[in-house]
């Protein structure tokens, strides 16, 4: 089409020369010289250039023509200039990279909805249990108050429990672990899913001994794919799951994985498998007991609002239909109550970790896309500035100012692509880099099951939003030029539109600064607080501990025969070259979970309000010794049966429990309420050592209480615990474990074993995360101040030169002529700093959650961005000051 | 006839020059120039028509189809566009003229009134 016009261009502009020619010849004729015939003949035809232009308007779509036009001179412009034009790249590249980098893990996490029909009706009931004065909320439910949900909740259609699990699947090539989860019977039918293959599982197949096809299993449509081959066949086939037989029924449709996001489960079996599946250690009898994630759908017509109410009423009658008598009337049950959540993004559990800080994040990086966009901003006015003759011609020559805007606007537009496309490559990277930070399989999941194309449009759509920004007022300022001054062609005397060009800039930069400040502050109080965190008194010695999780839920042996398993075990990891210690424990610190019990002494008893303020963990011999904890008083576990009814303190408890006397040789009361049968009962046991407080839950609370018991054949977890093993590496652990897993327990699958270490960075990973994204966005807003500051500096020695030189003429130094020159910059940081030290106080203030022993306002943090910021500003400044300080006063005032 | 639905003074211009071209490309072809002078000449001089604004109401006719173009040689044996009316055209032009006729009647009437019966 181009072509086509300009062919059609040339052919007019010949047909009118031809006209022309023969006016010329007409007036030749008629007797005048040359000159004058062709002069007539001009003054006759009235403007050629206009007649070309009218024609060619008639031919339509002029716009793309000059949509073109601008196109090429925009390229041209930018090659002239490449130093802008990398810098405008990998600014608007950083920028926006990073913020989608991290915007496609918030979208993954947060905002994706299930593939289910109409998610937005589905929602999330949970138990909030109060304690006292904390809350725990997100507990699950149990399958009797989800039945008696069913019966009184009028505003649900059907309400379904789910509990992943791991399933264990003999196959070929031996054991492997698959993920899955046991569902209610009316799961799929209230999720509304249509099966791949097959059928899904029904109530039917809810039932005690099996359904009609025995134990039904549905599959996943990925496990389908890759271990049938898509094959119908496998349809009604058996398979051995965890030592049992079960029959596959159906595929689950295609995407399908699971309301738990990020997890993706394999087989889906009925909640009455469950029994089978855990014999001895069954929950699903035990009406005292909470394990079963709830969901329900909304009856149409019925607002989530309604429903919630009404869920949250029910609370009394559900747990007076279901809780055991025992349980129902401590203040804990009195002060709970039901939860209820929109259900449409499924479940995370690294939601409730990471919500916040990517929030956080993805403020930050607008931040920096704001800084960068407003340092291109000021450099595209530079440039602006430079061109104010061309545009000033081309006002002159008839271009409307739309025209001229849109000239500018495309060489902005033409960046922002440019850097737009980079900026994929960078949020890929992004990306990549998060998912290894993280380390954390949910999040990979999450993040490799998106689409590009998704990611591509709201790049694309960042891109053009950053054009519009900062081309927007240069060009739009550029169109304004008064025109005759600009005319002029003295480059001395600076016309009206280039000074107010330099005084937006100037009126730019404090703005960038008291931002870049603010981000400084905010990185610098988030590395704080990681050193803090990794230097605090932790208890314990983290390095070279190996904490290796078992399941030995499918052993013949139990009680007491896997408790001697466990001491075989022991002793014989201890016998492994490198070995120091070997202890096993129920829980270890820093994991995030523990358990808590109700102790009392004579001196102290059981406090009415908050009687679980114990943590309680169950410990072989050496735990302290392995961990690196001293015994403050007494003799450690022995290892043997002589533990059966003692204890050990730590001295927070001990402080507790028997603030007066000594503790070692007394005795301590525990009331154990069954969760199953609802009685309780008195377990006493005797002091035998007092250990030193270590960091438990988390590394920032203050050690809590802690009894630890022995372990015995009748421990509650007995085939679930943690090997704890302190070696001189951790390779020589590693080894160890393998040894005697593979020596007495080879059966069982191989969970991957982590390091004390790793889990105490994983209990900080949030801080980290954030601390280390924090600084490079600092890095990076510093890097963008100080270019703007160059720019501007540079600018402003080339506007005052012949002051310079007048200075210098009259006996400035070049220490006085630099000095001047950083004073201007001095001016501008000194608001910058004013704009920015309260940013940085509000920008604390906002994240002082994720603090740890930082003050927002501390003087000390906030002079030390300060000193950054300046630091970073006068090296950008140093350069122009040098070249200002060389000037030479002959050369400066020489008129041109 | 014209391009703009709008009726403002240029239109009207833009209306009438469209009318001219094709009157005068009813006796025949011809190229631009030719076109210009024959509209100055048959109307003695009293339509002085800028031969610029020419070029453009030709583009406008030949995107209505009312002429057409084709490549021929002048009278000074240079290359030359010369343009002539369709069948379209030759359509518009009894149309618009008869228009035109009526319109200028209905001008005369007014503005030349015929004597009222008076006292």
Sequence with gaps: MLTRWSRRRKQLAEEIQA??????????????????????????????????????????????????????????????????????????????????????????????????????????????????????????????????????????????????????????????????????????????????????????????????????????????????????????????????????????????????????????????????????????????????????????????????????????????????????????????????????????????????????????????????????????????????????????????????????????????????????????????????????????????????????????????????????????????????????????????????????????????????????????MLGATVVHLRSGALGFRPENILLANTDFERLPQKGEALLQLYRRMMVRMQQMPGVDHVSVAEDTPLSGSSHVGAFSSDESPEPAANPFRYETDEVGANYFAALGTPLLAGRDFSGTDADAGTCILNRTAMNLLFPALPAIGRTVRQRISSMSTGTAYTQECRV?????????????????????????????????????????SLADARAAYLTALHEFAPATPNTDPTSLAGQMDESMARESLLSVLSRFFAVLALLLSGIGIYGLTASWVARRTPEIGVRMALGATRGGIASLVLRQVAGLLALGALVGLPLAFVGGRVIRSFLYEVNPASPGLLLLAVALLAVAAVAAAWLPARRAATIDPVEALRVE | MSTHTRKDPLDLLQGTLDLLILQTLAFGRAHGHAIARSIERESEEVLRVGHGSLYPALQRLLKLKLIVAEDGVSENNRKARFYRLTAKGRAALNHEATQWERFSRAMARILRPAPQESR
Excluded at chain 1, 328 to 347: A, I, K, N, Q, Y
């Design chain 1, 688 to 728: 035998i050592a007092v250990a030193g407080d270590m960091r438990y839950v988390n590394l920032r609370d203050t050690p809590p209480p802690v009894v630890y018991l022995p372990v015995t054949a009748k421990s509650d977890h007995l085939f679930s615990m943690t090997f704890v093993i302190q070696a001189h």
């Design chain 1, 19 to 524: 006209h022309l020619a023969l006016e010329t010849n007409e007036n030749l004729e008629a007797g005048m010289t040359p000159d004058e015939a062709r002069r007539a003949a001009q003054r006759r035809f009235g403007n050629e250039l206009l007649a070309l232009e009218r024609s060619r308007e008639i031919w339509g779509a002029l716009w793309l023509e000059r949509l073109v036009q601008d196109v090429r001179f925009a390229l041209r412009q930018l090659r002239t200039s490449p130093g802008f034009t990398v810098t405008a790249i990998l600014t608007l590249a950083l920028g926006i990279g990073a913020t989608t980098g991290i915007f496609s893990l918030t979208r993954a996490l947060l905002l994706d909805p299930l593939p289910i029909p109409d998610p937005g009706s589905l929602v999330r009931i949970s138990l909030v249990v109060r304690n006292g004065g904390s809350a725990v909320p997100d507990l699950p439910l149990n399958n009797f108050m989800i039945a008696s949900l069913r019966r009184h909740a009028s505003t649900l259609s059907g309400v379904f429990g789910w509990c992943p699990y791991f399933f264990v699947l003999q196959q070929d090539n031996g054991l492997h672990t698959y993920d899955g989860a046991m569902v209610s019977g009316n799961t799929f039918q209230v999720l509304g899913l249509r099966p791949a293959a097959g059928r899904l599982l029904t109530p039917a197949d809810n039932q005690p001994g099996g359904g009609p096809d025995g134990w039904a299993a549905v599959i996943s449509y990925r496990f389908w794919q890759e271990h049938f081959g898509a094959d119908r066949s496998i349809i009604g086939k058996t398979l051995t799951l965890s030592d049992h037989t079960i029959t596959v029924v159906g595929v689950a449709p295609r995407g399908f994985e699971g309301v738990m996001v990020g997890s993706q489960p394999d087989f889906y079996l009925p909640l009455e498998y469950e029994p089978v599946l855990r014999g001895a250690n069954s929950v699903l009898g035990q009406r005292g007991n909470v394990w079963l994630i709830t969901w329900a759908r909304l009856r149409p017509g019925v607002s989530f609002a309604a429903a919630a109410a009404q869920i949250r009423a029910l609370f009394r009658p559900v747990i007076d239909e279901t809780l055991p008598a025992d349980v129902l009337h401590t203040p804990v049950v009195e002060h709970s109550g039901f939860g209820v959540d929109r259900g449409s993004t499924g479940w995370s559990t690294l939601r409730a970790t990471y919500t916040r800080p990517l929030l956080v994040l993805q403020i930050l990086t607008g931040v920096v896309l704001l800084v960068g966009c407003v340092n291109l901003a000021g450099l595209c006015l530079a440039r602006a500035t430079a061109r104010e003759h061309e545009l000033a011609i081309r006002a002159a020559l008839g271009a409307a100012r739309a025209r001229i805007l849109q000239q500018i606007l495309v060489e902005s537009l033409l960046l922002a692509c440019a850097g737009g496309a980079f900026a994929v490559g960078v949020a890929w990277f992004t990306d990549r880099w998060l998912l290894r930070f993280l380390d954390n399989k949910e999040a990979a999941r999450a993040l490799a099951v998106h689409p590009d194309a998704a990611l591509l449009a709201v790049t694309a759509a960042g891109a053009a939003l950053c054009a519009l920004l900062f081309g927007l007022l240069p060009a739009w300022l550029a169109s304004r030029l008064p025109l005759e001054p600009a005319l002029r062609n003295n480059s001395r005397t600076l016309s009206r539109g280039a000074r107010r060009n330099f005084a937006v800039r100037r009126m730019f930069l404090p703005g960038q600064l008291a931002l870049t400040l603010a981000l400084v502050s905010v990185a610098a």
